[in-house]
């Protein structure tokens, strides 16, 4: 299997836009032969060539709501998936696939629109499928934007991304089956946020993720968890205690210009 994840940003929020200190160029997913560029922030255009990447490789673009540090590349993303534009009449050769939200679709020009195959207008509960794999949004209470999470079940596996949300009552039900959680996770410890999460409040959310995870990936860093203006990286203590207080059997940190392998996660499976 050569399905991977590809970390251009494991920094979220508004101190890593305006400083990169962690980068904000989102997540690249290989699956099945597929290149998807889920969530492409500030920075994604260079990250994606900085870590020798191929960006006309890529034919699936999600993003998940409108902030900043989810979006604000994607019109860039789109124009480098091509190599071509047009043809000598100026009509734009079509390509790639858009799965987002209608707020989004409301900032992204037509000039840009046109060059899409597909844009498929997205929310919680909704399902598509994209060349067998199933992609079905789910649940996220963040801000006042409209917005999702994507658990995309395939042949071998299932994964979802979580997007920015907070905890809440069937947060744990929608990722049943799910083998491997991309968790943005904003905040260390009890560092509590009303739009985000922290670590020690999804913890027995984790736990009640039935079967058990095989695998979580944790990413999307704020200000408090690593940066300048925290007193400590955060993270590895955050990684210890995951592992201390859950039956996830891998545990992995996000950093950027990270590759990760879906097989080696899912080895114990």
């Not at 963040?142 to 917005?147: F, K, M, P, R």
């Amino acid at each position: 299997m050569d399905d991977e994840l590809v970390i251009l940003g494991s920094g979220g929020g508004r101190h890593h836009i305006r400083t990169q200190y962690r980068a904000t160029g989102g997540i690249l997913y290989k699956f099945n032969g597929i290149q998807t560029h889920i969530d492409p922030g500030p920075g994604a255009i260079v990250r994606i060539n900085q870590y020798n990447e191929d960006p006309t490789k890529t034919e699936l673009f999600i993003v998940t709501h409108i902030h900043i540090d989810h979006f604000n590349d994607l019109c860039a993303i789109i124009e480098a998936s091509r190599e071509r534009l047009h043809d000598k009449n100026y009509d734009y050769f079509k390509k790639g696939t858009l799965i987002t939200t209608e707020e989004v679709l409301k900032f992204v020009p037509k000039y840009h629109q046109d060059m899409l195959e597909t844009i498929v207008s997205f929310k919680a509960g909704d399902a598509f499928n994209y060349k067998g794999a199933e992609i079905i949004g789910t649940k996220v209470v963040h801000s006042q934007v409209e917005g999702f999470g994507v658990k995309i079940n395939l042949k071998d596996y299932r994964i979802a991304f979580s997007s920015d949300t907070r905890v809440f009552e069937g947060f744990s039900e929608q990722f049943s089956g799910v083998d491997i959680l991309v968790l943005n996770l904003l905040r260390p410890d009890s560092v509590v946020c009303r739009r985000h999460l922290c670590t020690d409040e999804v913890i027995p959310y984790l736990n009640k993720i039935k079967p058990a995870l095989k695998g979580l990936l944790i990413t999307h860093f704020g200000s408090y968890m690593d940066s300048p203006f925290s007193p400590k990286n955060f993270i590895p203590s955050q990684i210890e205690k995951l592992k201390e207080k859950t039956d996830i059997n891998t545990i992995i940190a996000a950093e950027d210009g990270l590759k990760i392998k879906i097989a080696e996660i899912i080895k114990t499976m």
